[in-house]
């Protein structure tokens, strides 16, 4: 992130001045240094392998920004319909096939990701560790329940619903890691100052 970006990034106030509970949450794991090993070795293998040509289509150079939050929405679309259907009597097959889908798509987003990560600077490095992690299990949860719905519906359902609070979790720090910390910001375009309306 650039330091126009860095400046330009506000920081979220209650009325008492204080930065808002849940952005305090994200943002205590930019300063998590215990998580600074793991990350390291995490992104150790995945610069040299996203070094590249490769790394740089796949960090979205033609399409002028990162291609991973467009990844991300299959298999999130997928697992929120597939919790719908489970509202709906009759609807079980689908629900499962749904789950299914949504695993599938958990592959690519992974790489693309994984080519995000290859970039990201130590402190974007612990909250997208934490991304990471808590994306995996709940992909993980929605294998569970992918794998279970068919002989034990209601228990495949909850393995899907302890999924999707678990994504929600992953998610907020892959906002936080977008939007507030800026990572992929300005990397294939400088900044542009913005016009100002008269």
Same mark, same amino acid.
């Given at each position: 992130m650039t330091d126009e970006t860095a400046q330009a990034v506000p920081k979220i106030r209650s009325e008492g001045g204080r930065a808002a509970a849940p952005h305090r949450v994200l943002s205590a794991m930019e300063t998590a240094r215990g998580i600074d090993a793991p990350a390291a070795t995490v992104a150790k293998p995945l610069i040299r392998l996203f070094g590249g040509r490769v790394g740089r289509e796949l960090r979205g150079r033609r399409l002028g920004h990162p291609l991973h939050p467009l990844a991300v929405t299959v298999p999130i679309g997928a697992w929120v319909c597939s919790a719908l259907l489970d509202l709906v009597p009759g609807s079980d097959a689908a629900a499962?096939?749904?789950v299914g889908i949504g695993l599938l798509? /958990?592959?690519?987003a992974a790489v693309l990701g994984a080519a995000d990560y290859s970039e990201l600077d130590e402190r974007q490095r612990? /909250?997208?560790f934490g991304h990471l992690v808590l994306n995996s299990l709940g992909a993980a949860f929605f294998t569970g329940s992918y794998l279970r719905r068919r002989r034990e519906p209601v228990g495949g359902k909850i393995l899907g619903v302890v999924g999707l609070v678990v994504l929600s979790a992953g998610g907020a720090l892959g906002?936080?890691?977008a939007y507030a910390q800026g990572a992929g910001v300005f990397r294939w375009q400088s900044p542009r100052p913005q016009a100002v309306d008269r």
């Open positions: 499962r096939r749904l798509a /958990v592959a690519p612990r /909250v997208g906002g936080h890691l």
